[in-house]
């Protein structure tokens, strides 16, 4: 069983930044790929990007260019660096795990892991 606990959403003004972190807790080794998905209210899921063991990376093109997904494998972290925030991406966003291997951004939303989520909010 994978444990994902998420940290660093807030509020922030249009054109700032926020750095989220994902502490993962318990089987990590049988996950294969992490990633990050938001929900706005009243808004399907959408899979925000993805990342590999290897470091591969996957973006949404909502967010290519602007967020940056890494992760630190001593510390068991997963980190999302948003930059050009705005009001648009406002949501709920979840660190997400799988045992699975993905090529697309959008299958986070179908990750097999998932955390509790940290709002993020964006005023215009």
């Known amino acids: 069983q994978v444990q994902l606990v998420e940290s660093g959403g807030g509020s922030v003004q249009a054109g700032g930044s926020l750095r989220l972190s994902c502490a993962a807790f318990?089987?990590?080794?049988?996950?294969?790929?992490m990633g990050w998905f938001r929900q706005a209210p009243g808004k399907e899921r959408e899979g925000v990007a993805i990342?590999?063991?290897?470091?591969?990376?996957k973006y949404a093109d909502s967010v290519e260019g602007r967020f940056t997904i890494s992760q630190d494998n001593a510390k068991n972290t997963l980190y999302l660096q948003m930059n050009s925030l705005q009001p648009e991406d406002t949501a709920m966003y979840y660190c997400?795990?799988?045992?699975?291997?993905?090529?697309?951004?959008?299958?986070?939303?179908?990750?097999?892991?998932r955390g509790q989520g940290t709002q993020v909010t964006v005023s215009s």
């Open positions: 318990g089987y990590t080794y049988s996950t294969s790929a």
């Open positions: 997400v795990a799988d045992p699975g291997a993905y090529q697309d951004a959008r299958e986070a939303a179908r990750f097999r892991y």
């Open positions: 990342i590999d063991v290897y470091g591969y990376t």
